[in-house]
């Protein structure tokens, strides 16, 4: 049996002992030592000889306690690492394909892996058993789109995990396809070990106030030893008065005066006073869903001057959305485009669609998806801006277009969208993109029921996740289906309803409406002729922002009819523009850090709006690789006006953050743990 832990938390010991790593409380400790052992000589009984000790032992008894409790929640916080690893593995062993731990894997073994597995070790991919495998590996690179995986080797020099395209990292969750793949690394010896073992290998830097106290400490301890053994050389001249019977115990007598001196000249009170204040700073964080690994890295945020900030997941919510959708309005005078504005930034199905009171006007976005419907089609676009003003679609299910676009989303989908109850949230299995669809499928609607808004609040989360999903799903019973591949851009189903057969597609736009002949109107549900004029337009858009039959071929795909277009993102959080602001404000420097794509991240920054005041990212946005081929003195000048480095490996980010020190900034480093919600603040190491 082959096992490596990933994370192993700190003995409970060595957390308390670590309390008591403080030159102050060191003193304090000595103090109280010498106190009682002087009371023991003496021949003093009672509570007069401990009184002193037992009250200094119960001060930093007090100080360990509070820091103890705080890091032990931190470390629980850490152990979240072991809910990415796999817990079992479909591995072939004697000839067959058995269900073994995951913990029992070794470099070598075949292992099979396919949709909503949880990938249990590094593997290199060495055969497909679909006609593509994607892979949403955002815990890792930060990438907010899922990863198609290849069986040939990169060529790229310098390669970085979002490089290495013939790999399937542990942890990582396979969204869609079958393939197999052999295990080339375990446990700590994998990309997610790697990261453990860092975190695990770095050494704590001092905080400033840390550095300030220990400062202190030492020049007190000075100055209290000085005249503890100045008083006592003062009074040898007394050592043999008589009232002290003997020149030894007269001895003690003004060494007992010095080690009270010594006591009372220790702040035995600051230890507490400072362990307090950082315990409520804690405290406070933790109602915000922040954890914090160690006390003193708390004061560390009010002198920072640069925070180093993940995307995904931090930033964004790692939640792909629909957020705008555009189809034809009319064709009778020109083409006369309608969109819509999609509310809801998360896998519930809640949020309104809201209509624009205008027909045009929008920033440039550009189109990455369309689903078409028997003849009608739907297309994905990446995030754009709407200026003309919203009002809310009471009943999006009436409109023509709203409607056959939910049945598009719900149809051609692969995905499953689930409720959690232990964790109380709305979870995928499958592609994104596809879930981001099935939301808006709810949140549509079915037609036919005026009530059906308030009648869909009526329901459980468990039946609420899928029913409008489901209600499709059983009006169209699929036949067959054309799987996603990489030269077509496309995935088709036929489904049958009514003995009438219908065929859904979904693909890139310019794979689609090259097959539109047809195109559906949204203000009388009527079908017309695809013309060159509304051609020409959809095209701009996207740039901008048969019976008895039983299976499919490539052919069929052709002599669609136009729907609409679906625009879906990875929404930015709502509170994450203001927080910016405040801490570009307080003079703190925020540099955007992810391993995403650099136009896919300079799109968000623009969305977001905090950078705002920069004209464009020139020489502020910076891949890894980018970045390293600079030499060193204009390394030093980038890092000064950095605002965005992307690509990223985690190494990446520690030398970044390690370069910054070496520029005598202090920072924090913001990175949210995916699927829980809440932050990891630290001193930047």
């Known amino acids: 049996m082959f096992h490596i832990s990933l994370y192993t938390g700190t003995p409970f010991w060595k957390l308390v002992l670590k309390q008591f790593d403080d030159l102050l409380v060191k ?11 002087l009371a023991l000589i003496n021949g003093e009984t009672g509570l007069t000889a401990f009184l002193e000790p037992f009250v200094i032992l119960l001060i930093l008894a007090a100080n360990a306690a509070v820091g103890v409790i705080t890091e032990t929640n931190a470390e629980k916080a850490l152990e979240e690492l072991r809910a990415y690893q796999a817990d079992i593995a479909t591995v072939l062993r004697n000839g067959c394909f058995s269900i073994l731990p995951a913990t029992e894997l070794v470099p070598g073994d075949i292992v ?4 909503g597995c949880k990938v249990p070790a590094d593997m290199r991919m060495i055969e497909m058993l679909s006609n593509q495998l994607r892979v949403d590996q955002a815990i890792l690179t930060g990438e907010s789109c899922s990863v198609e995986k290849e069986l040939e080797s990169t060529i790229a020099t310098n390669a970085v995990y979002q490089d290495k395209t013939n790999i399937i990292f542990s942890g990582t969750v396979v969204v869609m396809g079958r393939a197999r793949a052999v295990v080339v690394g375990v446990g700590a010896n994998t990309a997610m070990g790697n990261i453990c073992d860092s975190m695990l290998r770095t050494d704590d830097e001092a905080t400033p106030l840390k550095k300030k106290l220990d400062e202190f400490g030492t020049f007190l301890a000075k100055v209290i030893a000085g005249i503890c053994i100045l008083v006592w050389i003062v009074n040898i001249g007394h050592f043999r008065d008589p009232s002290h019977g003997g020149f030894l115990r007269g001895a003690i007598h003004y060494f007992k005066i010095a080690v009270a001196l010594a006591v009372a000249a220790i702040p035995e009170g600051l230890p507490a006073v400072v362990t307090t204040c950082l315990a409520l700073g804690t405290k406070r964080m933790a109602r915000l ?32 959305s629909v957020s705008k959708i555009c189809a034809v309005h009319s064709v009778h005078h020109g083409p006369a485009i309608a969109e819509y504005s999609v509310s809801g930034t998360s896998y519930a199905p809640e949020g309104m669609i809201f209509g624009s009171t205008g027909l045009q006007g929008e920033k440039k976005k550009r189109f990455t998806t369309i689903i078409t419907s028997s003849n009608y089609c739907l297309s994905t676009m990446l995030p754009g801006s709407l200026l003309a003003l919203p009002c809310l679609i009471e009943f999006p299910a009436q409109l023509p277009c709203l409607l056959h676009i939910a049945m598009c989303s719900a149809v051609c989908n692969e995905s499953i969208l689930q409720y959690n109850p232990d964790k109380g949230i709305y979870e995928k299995i499958g592609e994104s993109t596809e879930v981001a669809l099935r939301v ?10 005026d009530s059906m808004p308030s009648a869909l609040h009526m329901l459980t989360k ?14 169209f019973k699929k036949v067959s289906v054309l799987e996603f591949s990489r030269d077509r851009k496309m995935m088709s189903v036929l489904c049958s309803r009514k003995q009438t057969k219908i065929m859904f597609s979904k693909g890139a736009p310019e794979s689609i409406i090259s097959r539109c002949s047809n195109i559906l109107c949204n203000d009388d549900g009527s079908t017309v002729p695809l013309s060159v004029a509304v051609r020409d337009e959809l095209e701009s858009r996207f740039h901008r922002c048969p019976v008895g039959q039983q299976t499919l071929s490539f052919e ?3 002599d669609l009819t136009f729907i609409g277009l679906v625009g879906m993102l990875d929404p930015p959080r709502e509170e994450v523009r203001n927080a910016m602001l405040a801490c570009m404000t307080a003079g703190i420097r925020v540099i955007v850090v992810t391993g995403d794509n650099k136009s896919t991240a300079e799109s968000l920054c623009n969305k977001i709006g905090a950078f705002d005041h920069l004209e464009d990212f020139s020489g502020r946005s910076f891949t890894a690789s980018e970045f390293e081929e600079l030499p060193a003195l204009q390394q030093t000048l980038a890092l000064q006006r950095m605002a965005l480095f992307t690509r990223v490996e985690p190494n990446h980010k520690r030398m970044l953050v390690e370069a910054l020190q070496h520029q005598n900034e202090v920072g924090k480093k913001a990175h949210a743990h995916l699927n829980c919600g809440v932050e990891d603040l630290g001193l930047v190491k």
Not at 292 to 302: A, D, K, Y
């Open 27 to 37: 003193i304090l400790i000595a103090a109280a030592a010498v106190s009682l052992v």
């Open 112 to 115: 099979e892996v396919s949709v």
């Open 289 to 320: 869903n922040a954890i914090v690994r160690s006390l003193p890295s708390v004061e560390t945020l009010g002198c920072t001057t640069v925070i180093c900030s993940d995307k995904t997941g931090t930033l964004t919510t790692n939640m792909m």
């Open 440 to 449: 808006l499928a709810e949140k549509v609607g079915l037609p036919g029921f």
């Open 462 to 475: 468990h039946e609420r996740a899928s029913y409008c999903n489901q209600y499709w799903e059983s009006q």
């Open 556 to 558: 069929d795909e052709k």
